[in-house]
């Protein structure tokens, strides 16, 4: 929420109105699990999409890496999007995620 907000006050023309949070955490049933799925969901997608070119694509984790853990599909996911071009990151703390927008910002903006 801490980066989102920030975002949302730094640009709330351009990436504020980009940058999105895919809903993918929590336990699910083998059905509602099914139906999110058909719906679009994507298992392991990031925590933090910005559309561009290239694609802003950020797992934030917690900034003591200990209490954290990265997950076989979130792996998968994120090679994947760097296979398609994105500028991939895991950031260790809403810090570390928004140092790496910002370096991000500075390739995309030139």
Request: proline content about 4%.
């Amino acid at each position: 929420m801490t980066f989102f907000a920030r975002l949302r006050r730094a640009h709330p023309d351009s990436y504020g109105l980009l940058a999105l949070h895919p809903r993918n955490e929590g336990k699910r049933t083998l059905l509602q699990a099914a139906k999110e799925k058909s719906e679009g969901m994507s298992t392991g997608a990031t925590d933090i999409v910005i559309p561009g070119a290239p694609s802003f694509v950020c797992e934030l984790k917690r900034r003591d890496h200990t209490k954290s853990t990265i997950h076989q599909e979130q792996l998968d996911y994120m090679h994947a999007a760097q296979r398609a071009g994105a500028y991939v990151c895991i950031a260790l703390g809403v810090d570390a995620a928004w140092q790496a927008f910002e370096d991000w910002r500075s390739h995309v903006e030139g």
